[in-house]
């Protein structure tokens, strides 16, 4: 399968623990995103990638959230000191720079609740 | 912000009705995309549109770019059960950079 893979599927967390979640994106492809989804809602940016720079990153993550992307390949997203708030599906995407295209392929998630 | 305002937020039609879905900004776009997610999955790009006044095709969906390049709409035409889930449409703002901003999409129920 040559898709964005994200691993875990699901984590199950206790508030105050750290949690990292880990995307690969499609090979070719130098964007990578992070988004957050809620029930009814659509996908929030997080941050934006491209390559191993991280050029973007939402105002409304707080410091508690963190990405990384080395060598510009996998990335991952780190929650520290998890809240209930911060359950929630995690998305990745990424997409390939080709002028003003910029579809991006999504991967299947990582649904994370903190209890 | 930039932000983006898809109506309706529901639709349910019967099978084989028409269904459309309409996405508005406050700003001018440069360009807008469309993605559909089904129930329990993850969005899939549908259609990036460009040019101001611009009609797409695909099969049964028509998208199109309003001439102020301020809103789209995308219809589905003879609605099958296959067309269930949510359709969002995506912006990025004109100042650039890539931050993508999704609106809170259109659910769309056929019933058989």
């Known amino acids: 399968d040559t898709g964005v893979s994200q691993d875990p599927r699901h984590k199950i967390t206790k508030r105050g623990q750290n949690v990292t979640f880990r995307c690969d994106p499609i090979?070719?492809?130098?964007?990578l995103y992070w988004y957050r989804q809620t029930l009814g809602q659509g996908p929030e940016f997080l941050t934006y990638f491209q390559n191993e720079a991280q050029l973007e990153k939402s105002r409304l993550l707080s410091d508690r959230f963190s990405a990384e992307r080395p060598k510009g390949s996998f990335s991952t997203l780190e929650i520290q000191r998890t809240e209930q708030g911060d359950s929630a599906m995690y998305l990745c995407?990424?997409?390939?720079?080709?002028?003003?295209?910029?579809?991006?392929?999504f991967g299947p998630g990582t649904r994370l609740t903190v209890t | 912000g930039q932000q983006v305002m898809q109506i309706p937020q529901y639709q349910h039609v019967q099978e084989g009705e028409d269904f459309t879905t309409y996405c508005n900004s406050s700003t001018t776009l440069s360009n807008i995309q469309w993605y559909k997610q089904r129930p329990g999955g993850h969005p899939v790009f549908l259609i990036q549109?460009?040019?101001?006044?611009e009609v797409k095709k695909q099969k049964r969906l028509t998208f199109q770019f309003g001439e102020a390049k301020k809103n789209s709409s995308l219809h589905i035409t003879a609605t099958q059960t296959t067309d269930v889930g949510t359709y969002f449409c995506a912006v990025r703002p004109r100042t650039g950079g890539f931050k993508t901003i999704f609106g809170a999409g259109t659910r769309l129920f056929v019933k058989a």
């Open positions: 549109l460009v040019k101001s006044g």
């Open positions: 995407a990424s997409s390939l720079a080709l002028g003003q295209a910029y579809e991006q392929y």
């Open positions: 090979s070719e492809h130098n964007r």
